[in-house]
């Protein structure tokens, strides 16, 4: 595999990283770039290191050892907060909502770093707009509403923050194909107004469908990486993870 090819256009570079838990190790070496405006993905099965990795990114786990470059500015063991306000936001696993506020103030917590009221303001009405449902919703409880449009809301209150990289962690758990898809689209339309996407998923055929590239992680080392629409005709990633 080779992973240093066409870097230049990298807004997030990462080599030989390693992270995990205390002492433990889930992440080997791991090499990745996220290129400027692309919908990648990060593809492999339960417990591969997924979540690991977005967690690493995000500043909330260590880096034993490796770098992390955004915008060719290291960024490993920066505190959470400053890889926020560089633009690096994440949709956790499990959405984590703030189940007893509205919908509208779900969202402004994504804003709470802001102090540009305005375009905070013309912001929402750009989320609902991308977002109608939550328009209607806005001031329903969270809590309250189904798993996809929770899934929605979690992505509306990332995009508030004004992301410049989205880091999104198994959207598709626990939801309808047909709420997936209009999911897939709804990235797809923010990978199109410019957002760069990093999306983690075990469902690798729903992944390689809609992203630009992917990566496919193993037990915490990449395996295998390249255009989606070449991934999809992998014979050996066929065999092991589409039952073809
Ligand atoms: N808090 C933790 N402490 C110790 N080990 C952990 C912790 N969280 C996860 N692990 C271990 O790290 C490895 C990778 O887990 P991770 O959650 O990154 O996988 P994943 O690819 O996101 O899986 P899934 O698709 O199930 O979400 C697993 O072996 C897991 O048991
Ligand atoms: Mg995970």
Redesign the pocket.
């Given at each position: 595999m080779n992973a240093t090819h066409s870097s230049q256009d990298a807004i997030l570079r990462i080599r030989d990283l390693s992270a995990?838990?205390?002492l433990?190790q889930?992440l080997q070496s791991v090499s990745l770039d996220v290129r400027t405006a692309e919908f990648l993905a990060l593809v492999?099965?339960?417990?591969?290191?997924?979540?690991?990795?977005l967690r690493t990114l995000s500043g909330l786990l260590p880096v034993q050892s490796g770098t992390i470059e955004w915008n060719g500015r290291p960024v490993g063991g920066l505190t959470p907060d400053t890889i926020f306000r560089l633009g690096i936001v994440q949709v956790p696993?499990g959405r984590q909502l703030f189940p007893r506020m509205s919908v509208q103030d779900n969202l402004l917590m994504g804003a709470y770093r802001r102090d540009d009221k305005a375009e905070v303001r013309a912001d929402l009405d750009k989320v609902y707009g991308l977002f109608p449902r939550m328009a209607e919703r806005r001031r329903q409880l969270a809590g309250s509403m189904s798993g996809g449009e929770q899934q929605m809301c979690a992505m509306a209150r990332a995009l508030m923050a004004r992301p410049r990289l989205l880091l999104v962690?198994?959207m598709s758990l626990g939801l309808a194909p047909i709420i997936v898809d209009q999911l897939m689209e709804n990235l797809i339309e923010i990978r199109d107004q410019g957002v760069t996407i990093l999306l983690?998923e075990?469902d690798i055929h729903l992944a390689l469908a809609a992203a630009d590239r992917a990566y496919v992680?193993e037990t915490?080392r990449i395996v295998r990486e390249g255009p989606a629409r070449d991934l999809i005709e992998d014979p050996e990633l066929k065999r092991a993870y589409l039952g073809v």
């Open positions: 995990g838990y205390g433990v889930v492999g099965g339960n417990g591969a290191g997924k979540t690991t990795l696993e962690d198994e983690v075990q992680l915490g």
